[in-house]
């Protein structure tokens, strides 16, 4: 009977799909975990308690049901000017509403109103399609619905404006179909003098744009007579003020030419003018009919507006046009309401579809080392840099299909989920191809991911924290991607609480959720702002600090009336205490509580497997003799259930807390049956970091 020390020093797979729990062969398989609920894996391996999820302000008003929210950060300055906008329903309040909040506080008064709120043109089911970007304190939010606002911080903390900027000129476009404009054509005649000769040459000039050479090719036959109506069409056909449509020449009387510009060309024009390139040409041209035209503006009430919105070298991206959902259009350099593709100039506006042989509905862009267009069924970037009308060409690179959540920029790349919301890829470009691969980064732990709702991105600035992505499921539970991309590391652990996430945002380094819980004495729904923060240790949480006293009457209690909380105080575990209306009472008096809802953490390893050339210990019957772990600063943990030494009598005084420990722990245990692991966890709100594990097996 072989007996084996299965030692795991980093836990830098993260939690491992149930699929691959017999693939030994692997590396990731050590370094994986069956489970590690509820706790995170630092740059170092270690695995970690999550924070708590400190509340922030219950977003008042909220009713039960499926109630659309959503946070959006807006980010000044780095250092001081950070605020939050929660969009939230309030039926009392008029529905969909705008909350701010600036250092983890509510602004009040906004606009003067007296109301810590301003009302959201958006309903609160189209929160989710949001898109938005931000250039210095103006921030543009688009919806395909709505024509876009702008969001502009005021002088003060409560002065915001929702406005809707002027686009002055917005694109035209030829829809060509029912709801087009009726079109009238625009007629000019040509009228030739000056006994033209053939093989002379002259040049129209039409809205300030000149035709190629002309060449003149008589006026006694009707060939000659067919060739001018020919030469004329297609000379003006070419210019670009003329679009797609259709130009008729028709000669109407001896060395007279008519020109009807119909359909797609139709217009009023300003009056043609001509002048001759060799041979004495004089043209004489009047106007007959005035053009009204078959184009619109690309977005408009009746044609729905831009989807997605992004800056990019000085330009206003606008993408994903309701009614041109292939289609993407930057502003003037420097003007970026100003759409004017005008005559092609580098500082011009552009306009480009993505022309493929499918359906490509543009679902996001992303500003990064390229810009970036997800769609629904492929990805691609513009190469060029700077882009300008003359270099805009987009190249099609991967073919996953994004899906509705907006991606994400982490450690370098581009986080996207793949259109049926399983799979999270990363948009990377290849030195080497110089084009764009998409591996995936959750393929190991798919099982995570379940229908994503919405994803944020935590970019950390220092070495020991790492970057981390968080994303919520339709479920309402959440995981999080912990990323070092220089150790190639991907490493996903899921977290849960007794309530159901809804959005995520990151605001600086600071992560946010808003969360659903049903309690309290009557039972209702309420919605958390909450933050994750390590100081705390239960979600749903506050502390206070007062005098010291046993009897805590706070109206923050009123939330978990009837219910069971678990309590600090003073920094110590307490006993878990069960709300009276809004107030508990401890055994002992402390300054200083902290309350909230429990959360556990689990960490499983991968079940024990030797391998060696005389012997394969893979799914067989197994003895779980002995388990060490190296902790740092932990209380609490218990291992199968039962709990670790945290009280040394030679030590440690009977009537004091104990301290947290860091060292050796070790557990002996007697347990028969296949494919074993311990399990850790932790009782009550208690500092937990695992460095190490290591159990002995004895294997038949």
């Not at 476009?173 to 007629?187: H, R």
């Not at 391998?611 to 218990?638: A, D, H, K, P």
Request: proline residues 6%; glycine residues 8%.
């Amino acid at each position: 009977m072989p007996r084996a020390n299965l030692v795991k020093s980093a836990f830098t797979s993260g939690v491992l799909d149930p699929r691959l729990f017999s693939r030994v062969d692997i590396a990731h398989y050590e370094r994986g975990l069956q489970q590690g609920t509820n706790c995170i894996i630092t740059p170092f391996g270690n695995l970690q308690r999550r924070g708590g999820l400190r509340r922030i302000n219950i977003l008042t008003g909220a009713a039960p049901g499926v109630i659309g929210t959503r946070l959006i950060p807006f980010s000044y300055n780095s250092n001081t000017d950070q605020y939050l906008l929660a969009f939230v329903y309030n039926a009392a309040f008029g529905g969909a509403i705008i909350q701010f909040y600036k250092n983890d506080s509510q602004i009040a008064n906004i606009n003067g109103t007296g109301n810590g709120y301003m009302a959201s043109p958006w309903l609160h089911t189209e929160f989710a399609a949001l898109r938005f970007a931000q250039t210095a304190d103006v921030m543009v939010v688009t919806h395909e619905n709505y024509a876009p606002r702008t969001i502009v911080r005021g002088a003060a903390d409560n002065l915001w404006t929702i406005a809707t900027p002027t686009f002055a000129p917005i694109p035209q476009i030829d829809y060509n179909d029912a709801a087009s404009p009726v079109p009238t054509s625009e007629v000019q005649t040509i009228t030739f003098a000056g006994v033209p000769v053939v093989g002379n040459t002259y040049k129209l000039d039409l809205e300030g744009v000149l035709t190629e050479a002309i060449t003149w090719a008589g006026d006694a036959t009707a060939d000659d007579q067919a060739a001018n109506n020919q030469r004329i069409s297609k000379a003006l056909a070419k210019l670009y003020v003329t679009g797609p449509g259709d130009i008729v020449v028709a000669r109407t009387g001896a060395l007279v030419y008519t020109v009807t510009f119909q359909n797609g060309s139709a217009r009023s024009y300003k009056l043609m003018t001509g002048f001759s390139i060799t041979g004495p040409i004089t043209l004489a041209i009047v106007k007959t009919t005035n053009g009204v035209p078959r184009t619109e503006p690309l977005w408009s009430a009746g044609r729905g507006y831009p989807r997605h919105v992004c800056f990019w070298e000085n330009r206003m991206v606008l993408a994903g046009f309701k009614s041109k959902p292939q289609t993407v259009g930057m502003s003037v350099i420097n003007d970026p309401y100003n759409f004017n593709t005008g005559e092609g100039l580098d500082d011009d506006a552009i306009l480009r579809t993505l022309e493929t042989d499918q359906q490509n509905k543009i679902v996001a862009l992303v500003p990064s080392k390229h810009l970036q267009v997800f769609t629904e069924g492929a990805e691609f970037y513009f190469p060029d840099q700077p882009v300008t009308p003359g270099a805009s060409g987009v190249i099609p690179q991967t073919a996953y299909g994004c899906s509705a959540v907006r991606p994400v920029v982490l450690d370098g790349a581009t986080l996207f989920l793949e259109e049926k919301g399983r799979g999270l890829r990363q948009f990377l470009f290849s030195q080497l191809e110089e084009a764009y691969q998409g591996p995936s980064a959750s393929r190991l732990s798919s099982h995570l991911l379940n229908a994503p709702v919405d994803m944020a991105a935590c970019q950390s600035s220092e070495d020991d924290t790492g970057s981390f992505l968080y994303v919520v499921n339709a479920d309402g539970t959440a995981a999080a991607m912990m990323s070092e991309r220089s150790e190639e590391i991907l490493a996903w652990t899921p977290f849960t609480t007794l309530g159901q996430v809804k959005n995520v945002a990151v605001l600086t380094d600071q992560v946010y959720f808003i969360v659903r819980y049903n309690g309290g004495g009557a039972g209702l729904d309420r919605y958390s702002l909450v933050k994750l923060d390590s100081d705390y240790y239960m979600d749903d949480s506050n502390q206070f600090t007062q005098a010291a006293t046993v009897t805590w009457n706070l109206s923050e209690l009123a939330a978990f009336a009837g219910q069971s909380i678990q309590v600090r105080g003073d920094g110590q575990a307490l006993p878990d205490e069960i709300v009276a209306g809004q107030i508990i009472t401890l055994d002992n008096p402390v300054s200083t509580l902290q309350w909230g809802l429990a959360f556990a953490p689990i960490i499983k390893p991968m079940p024990a497997a030797l391998v060696t050339q005389n012997f394969q210990g893979v799914n067989r019957q197994e003895r779980l003799c002995r388990v060490r772990v190296n902790i740092m600063s932990t209380l609490g943990l218990m291992c199968d259930g039962e709990p670790m030494d945290d009280r040394f009598l030679d030590v440690t005084p009977l009537d004091t807390a104990p301290t947290a420990l860091s060292g050796v722990v070790e557990w002996t245990l007697a347990e028969w049956g296949e494919n074993l692991a311990p399990t850790l966890t932790q009782d009550g709100p208690l500092p937990l970091t695992l460095r190490s594990l290591e159990f002995e097996v004895e294997m038949h």
